[in-house]
């Protein structure tokens, strides 16, 4: 994959097909999210977690804009950027970060994750119903069944089920500010490059949330294993993940782009049997049916 300067952004052409694939693919990057931090020690608090990954991303993207924009055409596309929906789109990224691994961490990965991951899809589509888009029919029929494929398919691996109404309330904050980062970055990305955008977006987000962990979580105490593994989530699946999902985005609607991210859970879940070694039940797997036949749907509809 390859993001040109805006000069040279007219000679790639963009469809929904193309879309759909760096947005898929961003999905399978998210979905080693967990695997990842099975392999971290405990210690590391989430909220450093959730900070760090975007400090890392952060300056992954400037590292790869200057170096495909070189670092004064870098300033001035920076100095050009709308940088109020930017800053909206950073702070949706920060509360998006902090409160969903403290809201995982409250409920347990199968609540958590599902009230998240499952949430987002839902709140772009009310979001773009509040704006005056309507979605089409196909896309609500296939989010709704990839969402409920998506909560078997995580209720199915994991038998740690806790009610924690905070938990419950940080989760659903995170799938609303997940959204409305979404609808945010649709609007950047078409009057910025996608390493540009994402390079303002991930600067604000970290710079609003390594204060907040530290406040919440005290000062930052991490080995060399935490190390390495926000340094994966922060390149990997973070800078490289959000960059396919950026350009993307620039040829498909907000709400499919939410939509197909649930690639997650399906790549966490194929992980999870191939490293993890876990053993799921017959609930997972008619959950992993019922997503894949979700994302069929969005992509038929976002194809049409």
């Not at 300067?5 to 007219?10: G, I, L, W």
């Not at 004064?72 to 950027?81: D, F, K």
């Not at 990997?236 to 993940?241: E, K, L, Q, R």
């Given at each position: 994959m390859s993001t040109l300067?805006?000069?040279?952004?007219?000679s790639l052409p963009d469809s929904p097909l193309k879309g759909i694939l760096l947005v898929l693919g961003a999905g399978i990057l998210w979905g080693t999210t967990g695997t990842a931090q099975s392999f971290s020690d405990a210690t590391l608090s989430p909220y450093w977690?959730?900070?760090?990954?975007l400090l890392i991303a952060a300056l992954f993207f400037l590292a790869y804009a200057g170096s495909i924009n070189?670092?004064?055409?870098?300033?001035?596309?920076?100095?050009?950027?709308d940088w109020r929906r930017a800053l909206w789109a950073g702070a949706c990224m920060a509360g998006y970060n902090l409160t969903f691994f403290a809201g995982v961490k409250a409920t347990g990965v199968a609540v958590g994750t599902a009230l998240a991951i499952g949430s987002g899809p839902i709140w772009a589509g009310i979001l773009q119903l509040a704006a005056g888009a309507r979605p089409a029919p196909g896309w609500w029929a296939g989010t709704l069944v990839a969402v409920g494929g998506g909560v078997l398919l995580v209720f199915g691996r994991s038998g740690d089920i806790q009610a924690d109404p905070l938990g419950i309330v940080l989760c659903l904050a995170s799938g609303l500010t997940y959204a409305l980062y979404t609808l945010l970055n649709k609007n950047l990305v078409q009057h910025a490059s996608p390493a540009v955008a994402t390079l303002g977006v991930f600067l604000v987000g970290a710079l609003l949330a390594l204060p907040i962990a530290?406040?919440?979580?005290?000062?930052l105490q991490i080995t060399v294993s935490g190390w390495l593994m926000v340094g994966f989530l922060g390149i990997?699946?973070?800078?490289?993940?959000y960059l396919l999902f950026t350009t993307g985005l620039r040829s498909i609607s907000a709400a499919s782009g939410v939509s197909l991210a649930l690639m997650e859970p399906l790549t966490a879940f194929l992980l999870a049997l191939a490293v993890v070694g876990e053993r799921p039940g017959t609930l997972a797997?008619?959950?992993l049916a019922a997503l894949l036949a979700g994302l069929a749907l969005v992509i038929r509809a976002e194809t049409r």
């Open positions: 300067p805006d000069s040279s952004r007219s977690v959730g900070a760090l990954r070189g670092l004064p055409h870098l300033g001035r596309q920076l100095a050009g950027l530290g406040i919440w979580a005290g000062p990997a699946s973070t800078g490289v993940a797997y008619a959950g």
